[in-house]
């Protein structure tokens, strides 16, 4: 009996001790790395004295007051933040177990130095990891900070950095200064604007036209081409590549947690994804769930991030084109990036220079190159079929501000060609055309003999003489050419000239041709219209 006794006093003995070291362990807090300095992600793993806890608060000051200091608590007992300053900061962390039961520590962090300006091709800025807190993006009452809205500003920076530019104009803090305009109270960056001004200043090409199909938006980023789009209802987005396999879109995106936030509202359920290590796309059903990824104490939100998304459900917001200038015309000085008025086997219209200092000149077509990947060599497709041909998005359909369909004759450049669809430039948009309703001309590289329409001598008025498909009278309209027009010959069948004039090819008689300068050489056609 007192053998049992003795047992159960040394058992009891021993529970009250572990119950003492339990109550005697302390909240532990660790940081990396061990010597941050400015601008670096400090972060901290906060550790439980004893298990029961509830969440953790964080409060974070420094000699001149407090940077965070949390209400409530929270799960994530890994977090991070961004110091601003050169400064002795104290981060206590407060483990909640019940309603008056917390335990504290705190841990002093020296910062001092500063780090690199966070930039290069793979950059990922956190829009929400408290650095850019005071950065003001519009000045004007309501006043708006990047860290709020510059959700586009964040996106046209990740963009241009993939483009090669560097400095610090590119910086988001510069370019929210320069492009501030673009906000619109209440409803964010206007992006559309945003992007085409950029594309004026930096020399890059887009489009007025959103790629929604699967194919389009396949088919450019395989190009090389980067997308912005709006990813969920006020957020942008970009995208700068895509799977092997085609299915699964590259996303960068600043504001992770705001992409999450909207997820089951906007219905991106099912719709994003982490490559995990097996090489496998695994789904996030929420931010946590994403590798790597930070969580900011101060502002309660997570980093932006790199991750998937599925195709179909970016095609379907719609994304916007930002492609590297795609035309380029050689000259004594060397390639210099143009834009495309008309197309042409032998002579093509360009746009050289911006704005006030734009002017249009003919050039030989072999004088350009077209950088885009898609077809062996620089082609021109033009219209073959009879009946004329439509242009249209990647689905084969229609496009909605061309409906009309191109008269045979047509000229159009291509820089893509695959077994059913041409991938052609018309006028302002980038499209596709079907392969059976077009032939594949060679770009010319010979010399060639050119002329300007003309009526009984005269190369000025109004008058204007009929273009056809062949050198038959009954043969079908091409176009018309107004007198003075500058065309290019192609070849001569008994009284009747193949010219090239306006992006257009056809048949014009003998008698309303003046020739002019043969065998040209290589240099400016003129400047013709």
């Not at 008269?407 to 893509?416: D, E, H, I, Q």
């Amino acid at each position: 009996m007192r053998k049992s006794f003795g047992i159960l006093f040394l058992l009891a003995l021993l529970l009250a001790l572990l119950c003492c070291a339990s109550a005697l362990a302390e909240v532990e807090i660790t940081f990396t790395p061990e010597n941050p300095r400015l601008g670096d992600y400090v972060d901290v793993t906060v550790t439980p004295g004893r298990e029961g806890a509830l969440g953790v608060r964080y409060t974070l000051t420094t000699p001149e007051g407090t940077v965070c200091n949390e209400k409530d608590a929270t799960e994530h007992y890994t977090a991070s933040f961004r110091p601003r300053e050169e400064a002795e900061y104290t981060l206590t962390a407060t483990v909640v177990y019940g309603k008056k039961d917390e335990e504290s520590a705190s841990v002093t962090i020296p910062v001092s130095g500063t780090a690199p300006v966070q930039q290069g091709a793979d950059v990922v800025y956190s829009q929400k990891d408290g650095w850019w807190h005071s950065v003001i993006y519009r000045p004007k009452k309501p006043i708006e900070t990047l860290e709020k809205g510059g959700c586009a500003i964040f996106s046209l920076s990740h963009i241009l950095q993939r483009l090669g530019f560097s400095g610090e104009d590119i910086l988001p803090e510069n370019l929210c200064v320069k492009n501030s305009r673009f906000y619109i109270p209440g409803r964010g960056t206007d992006n559309p604007g945003l992007i085409l001004q950029a594309s004026k200043d930096y020399g890059f090409t887009t489009q007025e036209d959103l790629i929604e199909t699967e194919k389009g938006v396949a088919d450019c980023l395989k190009r090389g081409d980067l997308l912005t789009f709006m990813i969920v209802t006020g957020h942008i987005a970009m995208a700068d590549g895509i799977s092997e396999d085609g299915q699964y879109v590259h996303i960068v995106d600043s504001a992770t947690g705001a992409t999450f936030e909207r997820k089951d509202r906007w219905k991106t359920k099912g719709h994003i994804f982490y490559l995990a290590e097996d090489g496998s796309f695994t789904e996030a059903m929420s931010a946590d769930e994403l590798p790597g990824i930070r969580w900011f104490f101060e502002t309660e939100d997570y980093c932006g991030m790199a991750y998937w998304m599925d195709l179909h459900y970016c095609a379907h917001q719609g994304m916007r084109l930002v492609r590297k200038d795609w035309l380029q015309l050689e000259t004594d000085s060397g390639l210099e990036s143009v834009e495309l008025d008309y197309s042409g086997t032998m002579v093509t219209k360009v746009i050289r220079g911006q704005d006030d200092t734009a002017e249009s000149l003919r050039v030989p077509t072999k004088d350009l190159r077209w950088t885009t990947s898609g077809s062996d060599s620089p082609k021109v497709a033009i219209v073959s079929n009879k009946k004329g041909a439509n242009l249209l998005d990647g689905d084969g359909k229609n496009l909605e501000r061309y409906s009309k369909k191109l008269n045979p004759g047509t000229l159009l450049t291509v820089l893509g060609v695959d077994e059913d669809l041409c991938y052609v430039f018309w006028k302002d948009t980038f499209c596709y055309i079907a392969a059976k309703n077009v032939d594949l001309l060679p770009v010319h590289e010979g010399a060639f003999s050119s002329g300007i329409v003309s009526m009984n001598g005269k190369t000025s008025g109004t008058a204007k003489v009929t273009v056809r498909a062949g050198t038959k009278k009954n043969s079908a309209k091409v176009t018309e050419w107004t007198i003075g027009t500058p065309v290019a010959i192609a070849e001569k069948d008994g009284s009747y000239y193949l010219a090239e004039g306006k992006g257009r090819r056809g048949w014009i008689h003998e008698q309303y041709i003046t020739l002019e300068g043969a065998d040209t050489d290589g240099q400016t056609v003129d400047q013709g219209e």
